[in-house]
């Protein structure tokens, strides 16, 4: 997608979201669709629906100004109206209904698509003062958006099911050469950058508007923390010594009985994991994945480090000092490709910590794209001058200190919803969420160059 995105640039990321949705559906009869895996997530019925739903809304109805084909389902499918744990017990669409339903949608999306003004798509993108929703194709790009978060969200729910794996994929590629030779931290210099987005024609909300923050120089770690980094601190008595975990942390590691990573078990001396109905050993090289805010927080504090902010990991991943801008992604402004980054569960697991040299930020880090999310020590907080658009359930109401920020997304994610300035959320205590973390530390502080 470029700086002016196409009407088939729109229809591109629309048909990958649904080619994903319906991936992750035809797989599964109609007792799994309709089952819930987790009381954390919805049946995946729900989802497939659901975004047929969010896209009537938004494509045929307020862009497109059409009828409404099922104005009955507005409620059922009104993911604030109600929580996961309650939605089996709704009305739901059968499977094979809410099919032919996502293709109703499509086809009057299509049409919609095909008949906006020229005059309307090439207006300028919206910003913090002014909002249109087909400025740049800027409507069809959140509704392909949030059909590939919801994707990432059903991949969840196929990790947490327990009956027969149905989902496979080759394995990432092995580590570069470079990779056990790699220095732990890079150094990111202090000065200003421009945080966030004004250009950016599908950014969301929370991604705007731009604005300059100083960031003292620090120390980030070159590659996320890998599974053998987070077994020393295991192995070490992390999880029974309260010193390295906030009081709420503590108290949460002791109400869930928290012991080691989501899916991870012992057998004997060696560690295994679930991985999507298959058990494994844990790869020693791999990030460590499915570790929740309070966990990734206190591997930090026993390492002598700290979880960076938001701000910190954004300049990381994106400030060019030589050209004193900027980037869309680590490596410049193009899209990515399989030499760049992980992910659009093109693998389905993390590549081994220090992958994907051509996708290394200006400050040397390595895949800050792709791969896991990574938590921060930020609280999910607007930006100065932030104006909710187009509406507030999408971030005005997640605001707050009860969010942490995760950054740079996981090998789920699929293209369109990724890239630097993303901003993604979740509490403190979720494990379920394909979640990992890298540490930072002070240039006061001692630690490895």
């Known amino acids: 997608m470029t700086a002016r995105p196409t009407r088939a640039d729109a229809a591109a990321a629309l048909a990958a979201s649904r080619a994903r949705t319906l991936a992750l559906t035809d797989c599964l009869d109609e007792a799994e669709l309709l089952a819930q895996h987790s009381r954390l997530m919805s049946p995946l019925a729900w989802d497939l629906a659901h975004v047929g739903n969010q896209e009537e809304i ?10 409404a084909l099922r104005p009955d389902l507005d409620d059922i499918y009104d993911a604030f109206r109600h929580p996961r744990a309650d939605r089996p017990a709704l009305a739901l669409l059968r499977p094979d209904d809410a099919r032919r339903y996502l293709h109703r949608v499509r086809e009057a999306a299509t049409d919609v698509l095909a008949s906006v003004p020229d005059a309307d798509w090439d ?6 003062q002014q909002a249109s929703l087909l400025a740049r194709g800027f409507v069809f790009g959140m509704v392909a958006q949030h059909e590939q ?3 990432e969200t059903m991949l969840a729910t196929h990790q947490l ?3 027969i794996p149905v989902l496979d994929a080759p394995a990432p590629p092995p580590a ?12 990111v210099p202090g000065g200003p950058f421009v945080m966030g987005t004004d250009t950016d ?8 508007p731009a604005h300059v923050v100083d960031v003292p120089s620090f120390w980030l770690d070159t590659a996320p923390v890998s599974n053998t980094a987070y077994q020393e601190f295991i192995a070490d008595g992390g999880y029974a010594d309260p010193r390295w975990w906030t009081p709420e942390g503590w108290e949460h590691r002791q109400q869930a009985g928290l012991a080691a990573p989501l899916y991870w078990q012992r057998d004997g001396r060696t560690w295994l994991r679930r991985r999507f109905g298959r058990t494994e050993p844990v790869p020693p090289l791999e990030p460590v994945l499915h570790v929740c805010w309070y966990e990734a927080d206190a591997y930090a504090r026993w390492a002598g480090r700290r979880l960076p902010t938001e701000a910190e990991w954004e300049k990381a991943a994106r400030h060019d000092p030589a050209a004193a801008r900027s980037r869309r992604y680590p490596w410049g402004d193009t899209a990515p490709t399989e030499e760049h980054a992980n992910l659009g569960q093109r693998h389905l697991q993390p590549a081994p910590v220090g992958s994907y040299p051509a996708g290394a930020a200006p400050s040397g880090a390595r895949q800050l794209i792709g791969d896991v999310w990574e938590w921060t020590s930020s609280s999910f907080r607007p930006y100065p001058g932030f ?8 971030s005005e109401v997640f605001f707050g200190p009860d969010y942490k920020v995760l950054r740079g997304g996981a090998f789920g994610v699929g293209q369109d919803a990724c890239r630097a300035t993303f901003r993604n959320w979740d509490y403190p205590i979720r494990r379920q969420i394909f979640s990992g973390f890298r540490t930072a530390r002070d240039t006061t502080a001692g630690g490895c160059s």
């Not at 938004?58 to 009828?67: F, M, P, S, Y």
């Not at 207006?123 to 913090?128: D, I, L, N």
């Not at 570069?176 to 150094?187: I, K, N, W």
């Open 387 to 394: 104006r909710a658009f187009p509406y507030r359930e999408y």
């Open 58 to 67: 938004w494509l045929v109805r307020a862009a497109g100004g059409r009828r």
């Open 123 to 128: 207006a300028p993108s919206p910003t913090g």
């Open 176 to 187: 570069p050469a470079d990779a056990a030779s790699l220095p732990r931290e890079v150094f």
């Open 201 to 208: 024609p599908w950014a969301l909300d929370n991604e705007r």
């Open 161 to 163: 099911r327990t009956g």
């Open 149 to 151: 978060q919801h994707v």
